[in-house]
């Protein structure tokens, strides 16, 4: 007999498998939902069928009316069982079928009579099935039992209304608003549980009035509060003022000290989020962290996984902000590397990575590459991304983090982790110059063996770019040219382009070169051969050993200053013709998106001179426009347009905004006007344009609307001289003037007789930003390298004090109206410096180039460091002038 029980616990895996739901059917169920019917109703069975139909309703199984309404119905006969168990079901079945208005008054006598029952759990439970599916209506008539129940003596019942007025919040706020007094006295309780939910409520209640928030705190702070979990509620709406107050107040920091008293509770949990709490505060001082540090660093070593882990993963955003701060717990983290929980141990890792010293980096790596091999590779990219910071901050150790970052690289892994390597790898070769010969080689040794075609590609064109100008460019040869003969044709295709790129940089290695492309002239794959041909042709020479032409060089490798998008809907829009396709005609400008007039929804712009709505781009349909008009044909080349402004506001008799156009010696305002009014016509309509406080700027030409019927969006033109190739700036004052007619909206008959009107508008800004074109360039450190330093300007400012290190870096952008690059537009959470690269056109085609340095000097003051390169040292000079007066 005891060989059976053997096989049977063998086989306690698969019985721990089974589900009981398996294999269960809608139609089955709804069959057996019959019991419910029965005179003699068994509680257990009817339990069973009810957890059954949860079951689907919770796997998205979805019933028909008539399906969910005789399903109601018979669950409504199942309030005659006396039984508890089965009672709490019923209610759980009517919350999720969610009954119609039709349906819920077949319910409403049943949970009503349970509301005031005196069985305590069919009160709150019947409290929070009627707040779910009743509508306000019927809410006004139970709330007097509501705020009875809110300060119930029992705490589950005064807990179930309490949570119900949170949900009634969402939709009948004007009811629950009026409970304040009864959940005041709740706030009060005893019960841990009704305290917390009183608290959440109140505040809720109380959200959009930051004075009533302000005192709930303030008396609250006092002590009254005992229960654990709305401790932590309090912590946190504290924060929230704290917040608020640093942006009005000055001197000591308001109710600190409630915090820091927080961290002697004697709850864990209360001790956490006032530590957390404390670390995050705006612009926290190391005096302020150290005793959140010292009980969080107490947590380490706590036996419970849940406390190391919370402790560690805010210890490692601290050391973001604060590395010095959280030194004295590396000792502690070190021991959190061999943790069971992987989680834990990644995050020691990366905490120990940011606030590691110069010394202590070898020792790392040895216990890092034992660990490696047991963690997922989620944790993995976040080690490998901790490692790149630190090479950044210790350039002396890029030989040992570049060796180990090549190791890990040969190892089995993801597409993400084998990336997230390679552009470390890539950007410690960037940005340290003698790790880039030993970072190439790494590189070329995995792409002899990478599987993923997207990284090969892109390390082929970074070995492309960068591997000509190392000492020894013909050993890299060898591996890019093993690409050509043992890859697919995508990656065989870089290789033809990046062997190219060689021949072109490196003179004496072209006839070599040249051997190698003329072999892949009979690749199999069509666009090989193709590229082989065209750089053949085009480095030319018959690879003899004399410089590439730079206009060559510039056409095959150059950086494209024109958007892919641009390109592609200027080439559908080119008709063959004798006339060869001219790249300079393609717009620059990064948005292509249609001209946008301010119109009613649904409508058609049938406006007067309305430009063309199709895929042309938007600088192409302006010029158009323009041209067409005889007083601006002589401007010459339309350099930019902008955005609309809105000179009205939203939902006004007339909707008006404008776009400015900006020529070498001129600007252009074209105000795009729309009659809101169907009882108006507008006749002799323009624009009365002040320019006293633009004294740059002289009047040259205006173009009135003739007519502005109703909803039908027409054009204003106003043209401005200003000085040749100078930025100049001003403010306009602008006032629509008009002849107004009423018109029979039946009949559309106009009177004869009109009345003059004025209606005042916006005023209109042209700032510096104006002047510069966004135009984006593919490699930022190639585009900066090849205009040169000779005319570099830098200099230093003082930004002042800055809500964040992201709103002064998003100012910067705004201000000069060019196109971030690289992404470094995006600032990281908590980061006190930051590097922005930014790219432009400015008027008379004048590339330019900024990069910007930002630096946290102060609690908030925020510092500049302004580097710009361009190919006019005036125009370098003018980018410093607009961040100097802006």
């Known amino acids: 007999m005891a060989q059976p029980l053997v096989k049977k616990d063998d086989d306690r895996d698969d019985e721990a498998e089974y589900s009981p739901f398996l294999g269960i059917e809608k139609g089955a169920v709804l069959q057996e939902a019959r019991v419910f019917n029965d005179p003699q109703l068994d509680p257990r069975r009817c339990s069973q069928v009810i957890t059954k139909l949860l079951y689907l309703l919770n796997q998205g199984e979805t019933f028909t009316k008539i399906e969910a309404t005789e399903v109601f119905f018979a669950v409504t006969k199942l309030f005659q069982s006396r039984d508890i168990g089965l009672r709490r079901m019923v209610y759980l079945m009517i919350k999720e079928l969610s009954p119609s208005a039709d349906e819920v008054i077949i319910v409403t006598s049943s949970l009503m009579k349970d509301m005031t029952s005196k069985t305590d759990m069919y009160r709150a439970n019947a409290i929070r099935v009627l707040c779910r599916i009743t509508d306000g209506t019927l809410l006004t008539q139970i709330e007097r039992y509501l705020k ?48 917390f939910h009183a608290l959440a409520l109140l505040h809720q209640i109380r959200q959009n009035d930051r004075l009533a928030v302000s005192k709930l705190v303030t008396s609250l702070t006092r002590g009254t509060v005992r229960s654990p979990l709305a401790q932590c509620l309090l912590i946190r709406y504290t924060t929230q003022v704290i917040r608020e107050a640093a942006t009005t107040q000055t001197g000591d920091r308001p109710f600190y000290d409630f915090l820091e008293s927080c961290l002697r509770h004697k709850a864990e949990m209360v001790i956490f989020e006032a530590a957390r709490a404390i670390t995050e505060l705006n612009g ?144 410690l070769i960037r940005d340290i110059p003698d790790a880039k010969e030993n970072g190439l080689l790494h590189l070329c040794e995995f792409i002899e063996d990478c599987e993923f075609t997207y990284l090969s590609t892109q390390i082929l064109h970074f070995l492309g770019t960068e591997g000509p100008k190392t000492s020894d460019p013909s050993k890299y040869i060898r591996y890019i040219y093993n690409r050509v003969h043992l890859e697919n044709a995508t990656v065989r295709a870089a290789a033809v382009s990046t062997l190219a790129k060689f021949g072109a940089m490196v003179d004496a290695l072209k006839p070599r070169v040249f051997v ?93 001179g309305a430009p063309p709505s199709g895929p042309p781009s938007t600088v192409d349909a302006y010029e158009k426009l323009l041209s067409s008009i005889p007083e601006f044909s002589d401007f010459g080349k339309l350099f930019k347009s902008s955005a609309p402004v809105e000179l009205t506001e939203a939902e006004t008799e007339y909707a008006v905004n404008v776009v400015k156009h900006i020529f070498d010696r001129h600007v252009v305002f074209q105000y795009n006007c729309t009659n809101t009014i169907p009882e108006q016509l507008l006749e002799n309509v323009t624009v009365i344009v002040d320019a006293s406080e633009a004294e740059e700027f002289a009047e040259v030409a205006s173009k009135p609307l003739r007519s502005l019927p109703y909803d039908s969006p027409g054009q204003i033109f106003g043209a401005f001289e200003k000085p040749e190739g100078v930025p100049a700036v001003g403010k306009f004052s602008n006032m629509l003037r008009f002849i107004v007619k009423e018109v029979d909206p039946t009949t559309g008959d106009v009177e004869d007789d009109g009345v003059e009107d004025e209606y005042q508008l916006e005023d209109l800004e042209v700032v510096a930003a104006d002047y510069v074109m966004k135009v984006g360039v593919s490699n930022f450190r190639n585009a900066w390298e090849s205009i040169g330093p000779d005319f570099e300007r830098v200099d230093e400012y ?46 008379g085609n004048v590339k330019v180039l900024v990069r910007l340095q930002f630096g946290i000097d102060g609690p908030k003051e925020v510092a500049m460091k302004l580097a710009v390169r361009s190919e006019d040292d005036n125009v370098s000079d003018m980018i410093h002038e607009i961040v100097a007066s802006g």
Request: hydrophobic letters at 40%.
């Open 148 to 195: 009875q129940a809110i300060v119930d003596k029992n705490p589950v019942v005064a807990s179930a209304a309490l949570v119900s007025g949170i949900h009634l919040l969402e939709t009948t706020p004007e009811i629950v608003k009026r409970w304040s007094n009864e959940v005041q006295e709740a706030v009060q309780s005893r019960a841990a549980l009704v305290q």
């Open 284 to 427: 926290v001082t190391n005096r302020e962290l150290t005793p959140a540090i010292t009980v969080l660093q107490l947590f380490l070593s706590s036996s419970k996984p849940v406390l190391r882990f919370a402790a560690v993963r805010t210890l490692n955003k601290v050391a973001m902000t604060h590395p010095m701060a959280v030194t004295n717990c590396n000792i502690d983290m070190e021991s959190l590397i061999s943790d069971q929980n992987r989680s834990i141990a990644t995050l020691a890792i990366t905490t120990l990575l940011k606030t590691g010293n110069e010394s202590s980096v070898d020792r790392l790596m040895k216990q890092i590459t034992n660990f490696m091999s047991d963690i997922a590779d989620e944790f993995k990219i976040v080690v490998v991304e901790a490692i790149r910071s630190l090479c950044l901050k210790f350039p002396l150790k890029y030989r040992s983090l570049m060796n180990f970052l090549s190791n890990i690289l040969r190892e089995e892994g993801g597409f993400e982790y084998k990336k997230a390597i390679v552009d470390s790898i890539v950007i």
């Open 516 to 608: 190698l492309l003329r072999r892949c002239l009979y690749d199999g794959d069509d666009e090989v051969r193709d590229r082989a041909t065209l750089y053949l042709n085009t480095v030319g020479s018959d690879g003899e050993v004399i410089e590439t032409d730079k206009v060559v060089k510039d056409f095959l490798f150059g950086s494209l200053d024109i958007p892919l998008a641009n390109i592609e809907t200027s080439l559908k829009n080119y008709e063959p013709a004798e006339q060869p396709f001219d790249i300079n005609s393609v717009p620059k400008e990064v948005k292509t998106q249609p001209l946008a007039e301010k119109k009613a929804p649904g409508k058609k712009p049938a406006g007067l």
């Open 798 to 843: 003082g930004l002042g004090p800055r809500e964040s290190l992201a709103e002064a870096v998003s100012a910067v952008i705004s201000l000069l109206g060019m196109q971030p690059c690289e992404g470094t537009e995006v600032v990281a959470n908590n980061s006190r410096s930051h590097t922005c690269l930014l790219s432009g056109v400015f008027i």
